[in-house]
Each structure stands twice: as structure tokens, then as C-alpha cells.
């Protein structure tokens, strides 16, 4: 069975600040795919990026970045210089791939959460 | 457009009534998803249609009946709803030949009475 753990709860910073959230995950599939989202306050998911288990190279989208290293099994988030519009709930999930009347589809297996709140 | 709309956004009803949420898509995707968010916990899987046809359905309660009259719209007909079944209902999409990251909606946040 496919577990994906984010064991920090909740995290408060002051702006400005950069903050790491943790990620870890367990799957037997070779393939998988990794992700993670951010849930503000309006309630929709929004995706932020997607990793395949191939390809561990880091990865920096302003001030996002991404650490994926599969030999311990972790996905972990850091965002540079937070601002107060970063307070949100972020989602890692781990995702296998099924099949079923002839295509493919993600089935997301999500984490609990974290709770990010920056303050100003 | 790469919006997924779900109306209506709030919903109350009582126990004996039948509701129906409704969520859009124009992107073309051809698999969509209902998934349901208890307050403080994550998204959990309820259905999967791809290609209008329903793939999975994860154990869900016969009150819950999902229908996808095309591709780009999926409804969730609610009747003889419990007070456990608040929560916040998720419709996303994505494309379903090769899987792709999923687009989301906003919710409908449903209170049973």
C-alpha cells in the first residue's frame, strides 16, 4: 500500500523567512509519480509540481524548489523568502498509475497536510 | 480555459433531500474525479470517470450516485445524506491518455442537517 507522511503539522514563520516542508513516501511501484499542491483558504487544490520517480533532479521555480531523493524516499519543499500569500495547506501525494477501460489515470494517495501559516 | 467550475460553492440540506452538485470542464480532459476533504484532513478518492464511463468507484455509499452525461461535465447526486457526510466535495480533471497533473475546482462545501 502506497503512505505518504508529511509529519510537520503545522508551521509558522515570519516573512520573509524560508521554510522546508518534509515529505516522505512508501510505494512498491517502480513508476510512480510525486506531487505536490497547495490549498489556500478559498478551498480549491492548486497544482505546483509533479516529479516522476525517474528523474531526481532538483528542481527551482522562483522561489520554490524542490528536493526529490529516492534513495530516502523524500520529496521536501522549500520556499525562499515566504510571503504572508504563501500561508496555505500543502499536500505531497504520491500517485499510481491504473488502468481501467483502456486508459490511464492518476490515483493520488495524499498526505495530511501542512498547515503554513507566515505572518508579517 | 483551464478552469474546472463547480457550482453550487455552499450547500445545506436535511437528511431527507436530494441535491445534486455539478462540475464543468472545457479543456478536453477525458477522465474526472470526485473526491471528498473532511475539515483538517486530505482529499480522499471517491470516483474516477474516464471517457465518460465510470472506472472506479472506492466503496462509496449508495447515496452518493455520480453521473457523467458528457466530457465535460460531471454531476454527484446526494439523497438521504447522513450529518457525517459534511465535508467539502472536489471535482478535478486531468488528461487521460497519458496521466497529467490534476486541475482541481474550488468545492462545494456541503453541510447535512
Avoid at chain 1, 477501460?101 to 498526505?111: A, I, N
Avoid at chain 2, 452538485?21 to 474516464?50: D, I, N, T
Avoid at chain 2, 466530457?71 to 466535495?89: G, I, V
Wanted: glycine share 4%; with cysteine; hydrophobic share 35%.
Amino acid at each position: 500500500a502506497q503512505k505518504v507522511t508529511q509529519a510537520q503539522t503545522e508551521i509558522s514563520v515570519v516573512e520573509k523567512e524560508d521554510v522546508t516542508l518534509d515529505c516522505v513516501y512508501e510505494t512498491r511501484d517502480t513508476t510512480y509519480y510525486l506531487f505536490w499542491y497547495k490549498q489556500p483558504p478559498s478551498g480549491e487544490l492548486v497544482f505546483l509540481i509533479r516529479r516522476n520517480s525517474f528523474d531526481e533532479q532538483n528542481e527551482i521555480s522562483g522561489r520554490y524548489s524542490w528536493n526529490f531523493q529516492k534513495s530516502t524516499s523524500s520529496f521536501n519543499f522549500t520556499i525562499t523568502a515566504s510571503q504572508v500569500v504563501d500561508s496555505a495547506v500543502y499536500f505531497c501525494a504520491l500517485s499510481e498509475i491504473s488502468n481501467a477501460g483502456g486508459t490511464s489515470y492518476g490515483k493520488l494517495t495524499f498526505g495530511q497536510g501542512t498547515i503554513l501559516t507566515v505572518h508579517p | 480555459d483551464t478552469e474546472v467550475t463547480q457550482t453550487p460553492k455552499h450547500l445545506v440540506m436535511g437528511m431527507t433531500n436530494k441535491k445534486s452538485l455539478k462540475c464543468e470542464q472545457h479543456m478536453g480532459h477525458r477522465a474526472m474525479y470526485w473526491y471528498k476533504q473532511k475539515a483538517k484532513k486530505p482529499p480522499e478518492l471517491m470516483f474516477v470517470y474516464s471517457y465518460e464511463k465510470l472506472s472506479i468507484n472506492e466503496s462509496v455509499p449508495s447515496r452518493f450516485s455520480p453521473e457523467c452525461p458528457n466530457s465535460s461535465l460531471l454531476n454527484l447526486h446526494l439523497h438521504a445524506l447522513q450529518p457525517e457526510d459534511s465535508a467539502l466535495y472536489l471535482c478535478a480533471s486531468s488528461q487521460a491518455r497519458d496521466f497529467e497533473k490534476l486541475f482541481f475546482g474550488s468545492g462545494t462545501q456541503l453541510s447535512v442537517l
